[in-house]
């Protein structure tokens, strides 16, 4: 079976850094496209970061200038480091595995900025 795991959440001080990771198993994860999404309470998941199978990357614009997401086929495994945090910041952040036929998700990893 596919599990996708994501860890790395907590929390941390505005103006200070995290990085998320995921580790996906259960497939051949050169296959898939990798993206963070994210969600408040009441609100739809956004996409904050994505790395497509080829490496082309894509942010959210707010995060544009401080998130970086990278992969390591390797070791299938996806990070996604985030600097100069801030308050809004403050949510649930999940792993997605993303091909157009099939897509996985991981359960969530809570990330918190606040003083």
């Known amino acids: 079976q596919v599990q996708v795991v994501e860890s790395g959440g907590g929390l941390v001080q505005p103006g200070g850094s995290l990085r998320l990771s995921c580790i996906v198993s259960?497939?051949?994860?050169?296959?898939?496209?990798m993206n963070w999404y994210r969600q408040a309470p009441g609100k739809q998941r956004e996409l904050v970061a994505g790395?497509?199978?080829?490496?082309?990357?894509r942010y959210e614009d707010s995060v544009k200038a401080r998130f970086t997401i990278s992969r390591d086929n390797a070791k299938n495994m996806v990070y996604l480091q985030m600097n100069n945090l801030r308050p809004e910041d403050t949510v649930v952040y999940y792993c997605?595995?993303?091909?157009?036929?099939?897509?996985?998700w991981g359960q969530g990893t809570q990330v918190t900025v606040s003083s």
């Open positions: 997605n595995a993303y091909t157009s036929f099939r897509q996985y």
């Open positions: 259960g497939t051949v994860f050169s296959n898939y496209d």
């Open positions: 790395i497509l199978i080829g490496g082309r990357k």
